[in-house]
């Protein structure tokens, strides 16, 4: 048994020592959830399936006919397909079988894929980025030519 | 005179300390004769209570994670999705009572996707890119969202 005066000093202790791990855990825990970011990250989705109606607009059934785009469109691909969004920027390159590039369109801010190239290096998890290479029939005139489409794609965030 | 207050003084506080010394030597000697099942006793309860205030802790913070902002969050951005991915003439429905909660209302304006959950109204939104004509209408316990 212990005596009178040093059970209430025990006591005394005690909540001193249960005030200490609630302050604890209420800077754990208080701090955790009013930082807690509880953003879910769609960008690659989003990324996948614009590239996805990208390619269906350009070369549907796999054929890629160079004459139905005009000069205007090549700097507007998205609005050429009834996609446009400030978010995305779309780059498109069409190359022969040798690798050449024989024609280019984008639309959107390349200046994200600028500041993409800057923290490339960082280490970071790149959401929203993709570049995707298919084959396809280009055709010019009367002629059909082998060849490939390289797209890029950027999806901003969303603020 | 003054000398001997100050002599006086002087031994009366040698005599606290020494009580003082022994007071705490009685209580050394109390908390070493006691029995190891009180010890194990107070840790146990001490174990209870600090592992209650972590569960109270663990479930606000649960509460917080599990909100009704983040479910909206959810829903916005699927519903988004499936309407970026959808070919014309597609329709899929939304149940009103759903594992993600209750939801109140659907609408779509402006190329954004606006879902309330729980009594919480939508503020943001969630864009969507689909280059078909989207409309929404609420049809007995679902809301049905067309893309033509």
């Known amino acids: 048994m212990i005596s009178k005066r040093g059970a209430m000093g025990e006591g005394v202790f005690m909540i001193y020592r249960l005030l200490l791990v609630s302050v604890i855990a209420f800077a754990i825990f208080g701090i955790s959830s009013i930082f807690y970011a509880y953003e879910i990250e769609v960008r690659d989705s989003e990324a996948v399936i614009l590239t996805r109606q990208v390619s269906e607009c350009l070369s549907p059934d796999g054929v890629f006919n160079l004459d139905l785009i005009s000069e205007d469109s090549q700097k507007s691909i998205l609005s050429y397909c009834g996609l446009s969004n400030e978010r995305f920027y779309v780059g498109v390159e069409v190359l022969n079988e040798a690798g050449d590039v024989i024609a280019e369109f984008s639309q959107g801010d390349s200046g994200s894929g600028w500041v993409r190239k800057l923290t490339q290096g960082a280490g970071q998890y790149d959401p929203g980025y993709r570049i995707f290479e298919y084959p396809v029939l280009i055709g010019q005139g009367i002629s059909e030519i082998e060849g490939k489409i390289k797209m890029e794609v950027i999806v901003s965030h969303e603020f | ?148």
């Open chain 2, 1 to 148: 005179m003054l000398l001997c207050v100050i002599n006086l003084m002087g031994s009366l506080l040698k005599m606290e300390k020494k009580v003082q010394f022994q007071r705490n030597l009685l209580y050394l000697s109390h908390l070493r004769i006691r029995k190891k099942g009180e010890v194990l006793n107070q840790v146990l309860v001490h174990i209870v209570l600090v592992g209650l205030i972590f569960a109270i802790f663990v479930f606000a913070t649960a509460g917080r994670i599990n909100g009704r902002d983040v479910k909206q969050q959810v829903l916005e951005k699927e519903l988004a999705l499936l309407i970026d991915s959808a070919e014309g003439g597609m329709e899929f429905g939304i149940q009103k009572a759903m594992i993600n909660g209750k939801i109140n209302n659907v609408e779509i304006k402006e190329g954004r996707v606006y879902v309330t959950v729980e009594g919480l109204a939508a503020t943001k939104g969630y864009p969507y890119f689909s280059k078909y004509s989207v409309s929404v209408r609420e049809e007995g316990n679902k809301f049905v969202v067309s893309v033509r």
